[in-house]
């Protein structure tokens, strides 16, 4: 099986999840470009059950267009996202979310789901066989 560790950029906070991701997506809502300090996001999701968090987290609770609220955990010194969970959406519900770029991996899972592509930059594209929702 999989093993991948997440982590804060300066090492305190990290996510060591076991498995392939159950959905890989880019998500072009103006949290996650927040979020992220990016054009767009990108996040992994595993069941919660295969996700084990070390060091210290705070919280933040987000509720967004969607009416769904997330609970974000981050790193108090970096203040680097490594997991969020997002309530009120059955599709993902039991699911940890996990910034793709936090695991600093080169040949991590294409996404295969993009959403709020009406709000997606116009130099933006996402190739190959992906989901989309606008």
């Known amino acids: 099986m999989t093993q991948r560790i997440a982590s804060c950029i300066c090492g305190q906070l990290t996510a060591t999840v076991m498995g392939e991701p159950v ?11 927040r979020r992220s300090g990016s054009a767009f996001a990108v996040q992994a999701r595993f069941p919660a059950d295969q996700v084990a968090m070390a060091g210290e987290a705070r919280t933040f609770q987000l ?27 059955p599709e993902i519900e039991g699911l940890v979310a996990i910034p793709v770029g936090t695991f600093a991996e080169v040949d991590f899972p294409a996404p295969g789901v993009e959403v709020y592509r009406e709000r997606k930059c116009p130099w933006v594209e996402v190739t190959g066989d992906v989901e989309r929702w606008e």
């Open 63 to 89: 509720t967004g267009d969607s009416g769904g609220t997330a609970t974000f955990s981050f790193c108090p010194s970096c203040g680097v996202t490594v997991a969020y969970v997002n309530g009120g959406h």
């Open 23 to 33: 959905r890989v997506s880019v998500c072009h809502c103006l949290n996650c470009k």
